[in-house]
């Protein structure tokens, strides 16, 4: 299946301590999936005695030869209450492997965790142990209902991130409602959902549209400061991969392998569409699609539509908000005489401030595609000015630490970057960063307690960015 190109793509590369968003010009395409499903090793593949179809491998087969489907992630739920064997979980990991043919079709392998009755349904990628709290079947414990000892998780493993599946109001810790902001979830949850399912559908005609919309909690997490990008499920239960709906996930990556696909995941390079082979064109200052940036020009906004149907434009809109605030994001730009592109600069925001936009398209047939936000700092130009900062969540894993452990933190803004471990006195003992300018986003570092050179003892982490200081003690065990 042909892809077309855009440009600018902001790769995401692990560089053996963190992750960062590192601009540059390069040709990325546009890839089409889902990321939400399952198979007999969980609830799915209700229809297995019929259609014969039940293990993740299966599946893969049989998406693979979907219409307009480069990928597919299968996301287990991860309790035995709902079918799920620790075993099973690592069987679906070889198996996605073993189908994988990059530049063809791309298998992902992970799990769906939580209840919808405890608190809701996260989809989780990049973790290669079942994370579980029934007794003899996890690889890792993590109370059931303890989304922030999830998040936790994820965070402590690069590359690792989540999905909100089918939010409801209260979910998660009510974290789009009334629940203080959490830096922890905030670099864990790359993504919510514009539509999930047709969950139960058997139609394999690609006839049967998922109705459902959840908009509204992605409003209301960017309006909190939460750095989330919009994507699109299926959440089959069938034997209906990738042909129940012509809704898709769109990934924008260099290449159709699975590294660049995590890769663009993690960095929120994608959107949600209802429509199979549209493509949308959004950059800011050739910022792409899902990056957190900043720079001293105003921002200008590009936003541009191709489908090779033809299909019209009902409206392209262009919406702007303020992170943080609390207030939703309203429309700033519209594009004139129903046409397919829109151009817009704010030159009303003020150095130090920040933004974020996205783009809502709809096409005459009424088919939806909503993008994930570029968030834009305008940087500070004028001397003895800084910029507003929201503080840090370092976290430290295990703690306490008698091996290996991480440390793990979120950058609201491009900032310098010191990180080093104080003794119990306050003197450093060992730097993992030496005011190193890093990019927005999560960060992981990884480190030895016996590298280090830590005897026993009670230590403070401190992680310092654009002279603000955050700290988290660490113990240290023989």
């Keep these: 299946m042909k892809k077309t190109c855009t440009l600018f793509l902001a790769?995401?590369?692990?560089?053996?301590?963190?992750?960062?968003?590192?601009?540059?010009?390069?040709?990325?395409?546009?890839?089409?999936?889902?990321l939400h499903a399952h198979s007999a090793y969980s609830d799915g593949n209700k229809d297995a005695g019929t259609t014969k179809y039940s293990t993740p491998g299966q599946n893969f087969g049989f998406a693979s030869a979907s219409e307009h489907f480069d990928f597919l992630g299968i996301s287990e739920h991860n309790h035995a209450t709902a079918g799920m064997q620790r075993a099973n979980y690592a069987r679906g990991l070889r198996q996605a492997d073993s189908v994988t043919v990059a530049g063809s079709f791309v298998a992902l392998y992970g799990m769906e965790w939580g209840t919808?009755?405890?608190?809701?349904?996260?989809?989780?990628?990049?973790?290669?142990?079942?994370?579980?709290?029934?007794?003899?079947?996890?690889?890792?414990?993590?109370?059931?209902?303890?989304?922030?000892?999830?998040?936790?998780?994820?965070?402590?493993?690069?590359?690792?991130?989540?999905t909100l599946a089918h939010p409801s109001s209260g979910d998660y810790g009510n974290l789009a409602g009334t629940?203080?902001?959490?830096?922890?979830?905030?670099?864990?949850?790359?993504?919510?959902?514009?539509?999930?399912?047709?969950?139960?559908?058997?139609?394999?005609?690609?006839l049967d549209p998922s109705r459902s919309n959840y908009e509204g909690t992605y409003q209301r997490l960017l309006a909190k400061g939460y750095h989330v990008g919009i994507s699109l499920d299926h959440d089959n239960h069938y034997t209906t991969f990738g042909r129940s709906t012509a809704g898709r996930l769109v990934v924008l990556a260099p290449e159709l392998t699975r590294q660049h696909l995590l890769e663009a995941l993690r960095a929120r390079h994608f959107y949600a569409s209802d429509d199979w082979n549209a493509e949308v064109h959004f950059q800011v200052n050739e910022h792409p699609m899902g990056s957190v940036a900043e720079g001293e020009q105003a921002p200008a906004v590009s936003v541009a539509v191709t489908d090779s149907d033809g299909e019209a434009i009902k409206s392209l809109t262009l919406l702007r908000g303020t992170p943080g605030s609390g207030t939703l994001a309203t429309v700033v730009a519209t594009a004139p005489n129903l046409g397919n592109a829109l151009s817009y600069t704010e030159t009303a925001l003020a150095p130090g401030e920040t933004a974020y936009y996205y783009a809502v398209i709809v096409?005459?047939?009424?088919?939806?595609?909503?993008?994930?936000?570029?968030?834009?700092?305008?940087?500070?130009?004028?001397?003895?000015?800084?910029?507003?900062?929201?503080s840090a969540q370092l976290d430290v894993y295990p703690n306490p630490a008698n091996g290996p452990l991480s440390v793990s933190y979120f950058l609201p803004v491009p900032a310098q970057v010191t990180l080093d471990v104080l003794d119990g006195v306050g003197r450093p003992v060992h730097q993992l960063a030496a005011d190193s300018r890093q990019a927005a986003g999560p960060h992981t570092v990884q480190i030895s307690p016996q590298v280090a050179r830590l005897p026993a003892g009670i230590y403070t982490v401190r992680l310092v960015q654009n002279g603000v200081a955050t700290y988290r003690r660490l113990v240290v065990l023989q």
Excluded at 179 to 206: E, H, K, L, Q
Excluded at 363 to 389: E, F, K, N
């Design 363 to 390: 096409q005459a047939d009424g088919d939806r595609m909503v993008t994930s936000p570029i968030w834009y700092t305008r940087a500070v130009v004028t001397a003895g000015q800084t910029a507003r900062l929201a």
């Design 11 to 34: 790769a995401c590369c692990w560089s053996g301590l963190a992750w960062a968003q590192q601009p540059q010009t390069q040709a990325v395409h546009h890839y089409y999936g889902n």
């Design 179 to 206: 629940a203080p902001f959490s830096a922890r979830a905030d670099s864990a949850v790359v993504g919510t959902v514009m539509r999930s399912g047709p969950a139960m559908s058997t139609n394999i005609s690609y």
């Design 116 to 162: 919808i009755s405890g608190g809701g349904h996260v989809l989780v990628y990049g973790v290669d142990q079942l994370l579980n709290w029934e007794s003899g079947n996890y690889d890792v414990y993590v109370p059931k209902n303890d989304y922030q000892a999830l998040f936790r998780q994820i965070n402590k493993r690069p590359g690792a991130f989540a």
